[in-house]
């Protein structure tokens, strides 16, 4: 996995934590976006990390 991924992983990973410490219903794939949304030219990676997180949390 390249730094890329790995950086929006733990990007994705830490939005989930910060929402569910606050109580903010955001899901997955809003926060996916949301990061597509402002780095358009990582949107490869962003999805690679989306995919990751999707499949450690469905184990």
Known sequence: MSKE???FV???QGQLML???TGNKTS???IANNLIARH???Q???CQA???VKHSLLG
């Open 5 to 7: 991924i790995i950086n």
């Open 10 to 12: 733990e990007k994705i």
């Open 19 to 21: 929402d569910l410490a």
């Open 28 to 30: 997955l794939e809003t």
């Open 40 to 42: 358009r030219t990582n």
């Open 44 to 46: 490869r990676d962003i």
């Open 50 to 52: 989306y995919e990751v």
